[in-house]
């Protein structure tokens, strides 16, 4: 094995705590090896839904998400409910929907390992960053209007 490969890039921020209701993150987590599962109507179902479960369990605040044929944008925060970190609830989120699109389609994994998350500060715009996720289809000609994409949803109101 190389030197390059036993070493992971860094995709968090070190020493930072990704716990608590203070923070919104941009995350994106892609599927494994950038296979289109998402094309699938019933797999973007079960994502689907265990998003919005999580929402109405009070885990997370989930203003956006646009679910790709390869990829899935999210922008939320961690609820003060919920007492573990992004990491937890990340993996929670994956491993539950790996463990259903395996028992009804025979796949695994459909996630990467690791996921992109983007912390956002003050100074940055949800709105804009909210336009970019469910605008994602429109910017890869999918669709002409975000509206007219199935999988892009606004959910809570930002925390302007």
């Not at 094309?39 to 929402?55: A, M």
């Not at 390869?70 to 922008?75: A, C, E, F, S, V």
């Not at 009804?104 to 996921?115: A, E, R, V």
């Not at 100074?123 to 469910?134: G, N, Q």
Request: hydrophobic letters at 35%; glycine letters at 2%; proline letters at 4%.
């Amino acid at each position: 094995m190389s030197n390059k490969n036993k070493h992971r890039k860094q995709m968090h921020l070190k020493d930072f705590d990704y716990k608590g209701s203070v923070f919104v993150y941009f995350i994106t987590i892609c599927t494994a090896n950038k296979q289109l599962y998402f094309l699938n109507k019933k797999i973007t179902k079960i994502i689907e839904d265990e998003l919005e479960f999580r929402r109405i369990s009070k885990e997370i605040w989930l203003f956006c998400y646009c679910i790709m044929p390869d990829h899935l944008h999210i922008l939320l925060s961690l609820t003060e409910d919920y007492d573990k970190d992004l990491q937890n609830w990340v993996s929670a989120f994956k491993r539950y929907t790996t463990r259903v699109v395996n028992e009804l389609f025979g796949i695994k994994p459909i996630w990467q390992k690791n996921f992109y998350d983007h912390i956002i500060r003050k100074e940055e715009s949800l709105i804009k960053i909210t336009e970019y996720i469910v605008n994602n289809p429109v910017s890869k000609g999918i669709v002409s209007e975000w509206e007219k994409y199935p999988c892009s949803r606004i959910a809570d109101p930002l925390p302007l």
